[in-house]
């Protein structure tokens, strides 16, 4: 497994965590590292075997219809970085 | 439909992804109201605004729904599907993902029927149906510097209904919506409303030579009007066209449409590097759907609207066209429904009624049928005193133009006008009388062979009593005395 | 008493005592308070909540003097900072979290509170619960209070819940909460040499707890005694409705049963435990365990587990996948760390950039590589099917053993200045702890004895799903046998008095 400093940049900004140019290296020796350590799944036969999605054998449980939770503005609101009034704001959004 | 261009004939060619908003109360995850037009971030659970440690429990009526919707598209109900993480950064998602469906979704394949508007119909094959989660919104012209979030619409259920593509014309493709909403409307499922954004199609556009593969598609997300649909289609078939005539390639893209110059233009924003990284959300399970239960769902479907207009035509003996007119809209129906009371009435004449008078008088004032000022019952009162001789036709028109301005009821203002018919021969005959006496010439006239006279007399007579005389008596008497 | 005496009580001796009247709720806060105090060069605790835990204490006595004493009435625990708690700064050793305070309360600290207990405060940890050191954290390492007997270097507590483990080990807590992904309540309980219980998948509610990776996380208890954790287990384990993986089944009175009677019981040994490289200490300790247990009259079978290898780099595709996309909503929008800038992007690249460490940017990097198109079947779904082998191993054994014993961890605790630049060798800490949690089954780490170095190890005992009162049970006989001091890392001068 091989992976180039510009599939790290590509990752990277797919998760939208900033790895400084001089970081791209070392984060891809590492990630490589672990793909290699976990590409030894490919040795297990795992053929006709379902992809295990849950550690509990239940199905999903349903909740009556009623609204029960909202009206918490200030609590929704409390820890917000920056808001402008009633709204959570952000830096602009670039369409 | 062909379309023509400068080097031949081009052919449309159209899916729909509908996003049909759920009717619930609650969201699809948490305990949060769906109210439409709440203060900003007032129908927010903490679930909704992501904070750590939070947990989504799915709302079992949106389930209920989505069955019901799949059941009136004829289509195949997944007793397992799975709900899966769409992973993607936008500040109106605050998860950093969407809880939507992708491999298996609740609904599979099934087919509905669109009318066109020569009569003829249509399948449309739905290729599925899945659950997912609203975005918040995001305001982009409140500051120059920010963007502002209200998370009220995050985490509200929505439904994605996916069309094949089987339409070929900007036609089929609001025949399509028409009859989707009509469906969910019947359903109550969705309430259709698509000023609101309750109702909202992501449009794929292509065009190819009649007969040749599909060429390459375009997406025109979010058009929130059957009329937008329409111009979104007819500008991307024609920017195409002209693409693929001046030898160039149409590239695959996101698009949106401008609705104030009718065009579409690309959102190159939204489509850099998208990997949605789709799987499985490990805090929700499988959900697995009882047999039984969605049997008896099945089984409690209302009357959908074409079941509804052949049952009108082969009970009722309506036009196909006075059907379709009458189901198109379920408060429609069940206006006309009521106002035969189980057939009671007369449905040819409750029908007429309903399609030109009640509706040139509601399309005047842009008043939906379900606030009507005249109620069935009222107009049901109105057809019956038209039925039992009180009133005449004629009258009966001004009577309803006074109940619409006012609300009262047709006995009442016909009691108050002195409206009433007149049935008595003597008074006819006076009035007639009357008419002969100040129009000997075209006595003359009308004995000397002239017999259209016979509706000027009819006319005259009518106007002298009001337009109260009764019509049969009105014209024997009156042929009678002509003679001589 | 004195309040050293007081900090080094059991829970069971001190609800004796409390009901006794031998000492109040708030004198056994005020113990431990000042024991917090003086041993801040652990940094055990990241927020310390002194005011919380006297008024919950005084509400404890008041409730005591009206006869209304709850399970747990007034016994002080430590929390990990990964349960949000109501109105207490909740920082899940992130730096993305340093000021965020919730506005709720998790519900297995909820159910904590509810049977009485104190908060004394929230515990340090790996960041986001990604380590197996304490080295992780944003707030700095925690300090165990073991040492080797030729070697002064000051030692790692395990994690990822090492504050938790280091709390109860160096009597600043009688008891604590932590969670478990992969082995983050045992493989520290092991270095810490103390009782480390990870409970059934599903049993403790994950509501309220910040997720790692949701088809994993579990919230388990730290004690001193099998007995003191399965009082606390009792308190926390139960259904929850707002967590849809969480299981409605009765939670029973697992202390009640408790008398280490292992008589008849089938203990499963698998073949795959005992790796070439597993230190002899190790190996020599897990085979007197198995002879205690013999001895106490279980049936020793030899079992086999065969995609045990496998368990550790499913893990690592399964973890980090899950985390990638649990992590996304640490974004700068709604709470947390915002680094500013003009435009969204940038700001949600250097907000995330700054506000998590190597590890978790690892980790989290690693998920979106394994989930991005194109690698998802080759990775997720290979170890999602790799998963189902290991659990139907388990199931398999689980046909013919009543519990397993192991080894809880490889090795025993390193030193802070260890090298730990290959992720991989920091990785293998859990590859005992690992399997069982891929199976969602129920383990515990019970502290056997010492290395070579005068380190604790302990032994690990898994069970089928919802059976904790057998692996409770299988616990005890080996603590019993083992005879281990918990507090032994403390100066002899500062022992309990017998």
Same mark, same amino acid.
């Given at each position: ?95 | ?251 695959? +893209? ?100 309903? $399609? ?59 009691? +108050? ?14 009035? $007639? ?52 | ?313 499913? @893990? ?13 909503? @640490? ?44 690698? @998802? ?122």
């Amino acid at each position: 497994m091989s992976l180039d400093k510009d599939m790290v940049r590509r990752i990277a900004h797919l998760a939208r965590i900033r790895v400084a140019d001089d970081e791209l290296e070392p984060v891809a020796r590492d990630l490589e590292r672990i793909l290699g350590f976990v590409e030894q799944l490919n040795a297990v036969d795992t053929e006709g075997v379902e992809p295990m999605t849950s550690a509990v054998a239940m199905t999903l449980r349903q909740r009556p219809d009623v609204v029960t939770d909202g009206d918490r503005r200030e609590e929704v609101l409390a820890n917000a970085p920056d808001r402008a009034g009633a709204f959570f704001a952000v830096p602009t959004v670039v369409e | 439909m062909l379309i023509r261009g400068e080097t031949g004939d081009w052919e449309m060619v159209l899916g729909l992804e509908v996003h049909a908003q759920v009717t619930s109360q609650a969201k699809l995850f948490s305990g949060a109201s769906t109210a439409f037009g709440g203060e900003p971030n007032t129908q927010v659970s903490l679930i909704d605004a992501a904070m750590p440690g939070m947990l989504p429990v799915i709302n079992e009526m949106c389930v209920r729904q989505a069955v019901l919707t799949g059941l009136g598209l004829n289509a195949r109900i997944n007793l397992t599907s799975v709900f899966d993480r769409k992973n993607y950064f936008y500040p109106d998602l605050p998860q950093g993902y969407q809880i939507s469906q992708y491999t298996q979704p609740i609904v599979g394949a099934g087919v509905i029927t669109i009318d066109l508007p020569d009569g003829s119909t249509k399948p449309v094959r739905i290729a599925r149906l899945h659950l997912e989660q609203d975005a918040g919104k995001s305001l982009h012209d409140q500051d120059p510097h920010r963007t502002f979030i209200d998370l009220n619409r995050a985490g509200v259920a929505l439904m994605e209904i996916v069309s094949e593509p089987d339409m070929r014309s900007p036609d089929e493709a609001a025949a399509y919506v028409t009859k989707l909403r009509a469906i969910l409307r019947y359903l109550g499922t969705c309430d259709g409303n698509m000023e609101q954004g309750n109702l909202r199609a992501d449009v794929n556009v292509s065009v190819r030579r009649p007969g040749e593969p599909f060429g390459t598609r375009c997406e025109i997300k979010n058009v929130n009007s059957i009329r937008f649909i329409r111009q979104a289609i007819e500008y991307e078939a024609r920017r195409q066209i002209e693409i693929l005539e001046d030898g160039g390639t149409v590239e695959q +893209e996101t698009r949106l449409f401008d609705a104030r110059k009718g065009e579409t233009r690309s959102m190159r924003s939204k489509e850099e590097a998208h990997d949605y990284r789709y799987f499985p959300d490990p805090d929700l399970l499988p959900l697995v759907l009882d047999p039984d239960w969605v049997e008896e769902l099945r089984r409690s479907l209302p009357e959908l609207p074409d079941a509804k207009r052949e049952r009108f035509m082969r009970d009722f003996g309506l036009s196909a066209y006075d059907a379709s007119v009458l189901v198109a809209e379920k408060e429609t129906a069940a206006y006309y429904e009521s106002l035969i009371d189980g057939g009671r009435r007369d449905p040819k004449l409750a029908a007429n009624w309903v $399609i030109s008078e009640l509706y040139g008088r509601l399309n005047r004032t842009g008043t939906p049928i379900e606030q009507s000022p005249v109620g069935a019952g009222a107009l049901g009162e109105l057809l019956d005193l038209i039925a039992d001789g009180t009133i005449t036709a004629r009258t009966a028109k001004d009577v309803f133009d006074t109940m619409i301005e006012t609300g009262r009821s047709a006995a009442a203002i016909v009691e +108050e006008k002195g409206l009433k018919q007149i049935t008595d021969t003597a008074a006819i005959e006076a009035a $007639i009388a009357a008419v002969l006496d100040a129009n000997p010439d075209k006595i003359a006239d009308y004995r000397a062979g002239n017999e259209k006279l016979m509706g000027w007399f009819v006319g005259q007579v009518m106007r002298a009593t009001g337009g109260k005389a009764n019509p049969k008596l009105l014209n024997e008497t009156l042929r009678e005395k002509l003679k001589g | 008493m004195t309040a050293t005496d007081l900090t080094r009580l059991g829970i069971a001796e001190a609800l004796d005592g409390l009901a006794r009247g031998a000492f109040s709720a708030r004198e056994l806060a005020t113990a431990h308070l000042e024991a917090m105090a003086a041993a801040r060069n652990l940094n055990a605790y990241i927020t310390e909540t002194p005011e919380q835990a006297l008024a919950m204490a005084d509400a404890s006595d008041a409730r005591r003097a009206k006869g209304e004493a709850l399970p747990l009435d007034g016994i002080p625990v430590a929390v990990k900072d990964l349960f949000c708690t109501k109105g207490v700064l909740t920082t899940a050793g992130s730096r993305i979290l340093e000021n965020f305070v919730p506005p709720y309360e998790s519900t297995v600290t909820a159910k904590l509170w509810a049977a009485g207990a104190v908060m004394l405060g929230k515990t340090n940890m790996d960041e986001f619960a990604m380590g197996s050191s304490n080295l992780t954290s944003y707030y700095g390492p925690v300090v165990s209070p073991w040492r080797a007997k030729d070697d002064p270097r000051p030692r790692v507590p395990g994690g990822s819940s090492g504050g938790s483990a280091a709390a109860v080990a160096a009597a600043i807590a009688m008891g604590s909460l932590g969670t478990d992904t992969g082995g983050s309540i045992r493989q520290p309980a092991s270095f810490s040499g103390i009782v480390g219980l990870k409970p059934t998948y599903g049993r403790c509610s994950r509501w309220g707890a910040v997720a790692f990776a949701s088809s994993l996380d579990q919230a388990g208890p730290f004690a001193r005694s099998v007995r003191d954790a399965a009082m606390l287990l009792r308190a926390i384990a139960g259904f929850d409705p707002q967590d849809s993986t969480s299981v409605d089944c009765p939670v029973p009175d697992y202390a009640a049963g408790l008398d280490g009677d292992v008589r008849g019981l089938r203990i499963g040994v698998p073949a795959e435990y005992r790796p070439a490289e597993l230190p002899e200490d190790i190996a020599a300790l897990w085979d007197q365990g198995i002879a205690w247990l013999r001895d106490a009259g279980a049936e020793i079978v030899d079992i086999s587990l065969p995609h045990t290898t496998c368990a550790l780099p499913a @893990y690592y595709i399964i973890a980090p996948a899950e985390a990638s996309s649990n992590l996304a909503r @640490y974004d700068g929008v709604r709470y947390g760390l915002r680094v500013p800038a003009d435009e969204l992007t940038e700001m949600y690249e250097a907000t995330r950039g700054a506000g998590f460490g190597a590890e978790v940017r690892r980790r989290v990097l690693i998920g979106t590589y394994v989930l991005s198109a194109g690698y @998802y079947d080759a990775y997720y779904n290979k170890a999602r099917r790799v998963r189902a082998l290991i659990a139907r191993d388990f199931a398999q054994a689980f046909q013919r053993v009543d519990a397993i014993l192991t080894p809880t961890a490889p090795s025993d605790a390193f030193p802070l200045d260890a090298p730990t630049d290959d992720p991989i060798r920091m990785y293998l800490n859990d590859v005992f702890t690992v399997p069982a949690s891929m199976a969602g089954l129920p383990g515990i780490s019970v502290p056997a004895g010492l290395s070579r170095a005068g380190l604790p190890l302990g032994l690990q005992v898994l069970g089928r799903p919802f059976d904790e009162p057998t692996v409770l049970q299988v616990a005890q006989a080996l603590e019993r046998a083992a005879g281990f001091d918990p507090l032994g890392a403390l100066a002899p001068a500062l022992a309990p008095a017998k």
